[in-house]
């Protein structure tokens, strides 16, 4: 079974730090996807970014970025010189392949990140 | 802009009655999804849909069920709603393939009283 582990329930930072929001996943595919999504205190998830199992190389766009570690099953999230917008809630998921059609996603249980200012 | 949109951003409903939550997407996906979110417990999968008429059992439907008519609408009922129930409730949609994200809606908070 599919499963996703954020183990950091929450995270509180002062602005302008430096924070690493973990994930760890389970899977028995060979080809999958990670996905990140955040949920501001508006309550609609909004996608971050997307990554497949064939491609461990680091992503960065602006402040974020991604190290996806296949060998460890790691798909972890830093924010570099943190501000106080990027209080939310951030969710780590794992696409599954439904057994007639179609696909899902398995979320882990989230990480509340309060920037202070 | 893809928009997924849900009928209520509040409901209050009482122990018993039948409840019909709504959603509707513009963007002519095939998939649409129900979740519950719950403190402590993420985003659990209630039911989802790959086309209409079509359902599939999520990692939590019991005292729910589904309905898909038209293809830009996914309905959740629960039959007889109980307090166990109150939950922030989440429709997502997305296209068929397993590469692509999902649109989430602004979630109905619903309290069963």
């Known amino acids: 079974a599919q499963k996703v582990t954020q183990a950091q329930t929450e995270i509180s930072v002062v602005e302008k730090e430096d924070v690493t929001l973990d994930c760890v996943y389970e899977?028995?595919?060979?080809?999958?996807?990670l996905f990140w999504y955040k949920q501001p205190p508006s309550g609609e998830l909004v996608f971050l970014i997307r990554?497949?199992?064939?491609?461990?190389q680091n992503e960065i766009s602006g402040r974020y970025s991604w190290n996806f570690q296949k060998s460890t099953s790691s798909f972890n999230f830093t924010i570099t010189a943190s501000q106080v917008v990027d209080s939310a809630v951030y969710f780590c998921a794992l696409s599954d392949l439904a057994e007639t059609s179609g696909s899902r996603l398995t979320f882990g249980e989230g990480t509340q990140l309060t920037v202070n200012p | 802009d893809v928009k997924v949109t849900q009928s209520s951003r509040y409901l209050v409903k009482r122990t018993g009655e039948k409840v019909f939550l709504e959603c509707v997407q513009d963007m002519d996906h095939e998939n649409m999804f129900w979740y519950r979110q719950d403190p402590g417990l993420g985003l659990r999968l209630i039911y989802f849909?790959?086309?209409?008429?079509?359902?599939e059992k999520g990692d939590i439907p019991e005292g729910y069920s589904v309905s898909r008519e038209k293809k830009e609408r996914f309905s959740l009922i629960l039959e007889s709603a109980s307090t166990n129930q109150t939950s922030m409730y989440l429709c997502?949609?997305?296209?068929?393939?397993?590469?692509?994200?999902?649109?989430f809606g602004p979630g109905t908070r619903l309290t069963v009283l």
């Open positions: 990554r497949n199992s064939f491609d461990e």
């Open positions: 849909s790959y086309d209409v008429k079509m359902k």
């Open positions: 899977t028995r595919d060979t080809t999958y996807y």
């Open positions: 997502a949609s997305s296209l068929l393939s397993s590469y692509n994200e999902q649109f």
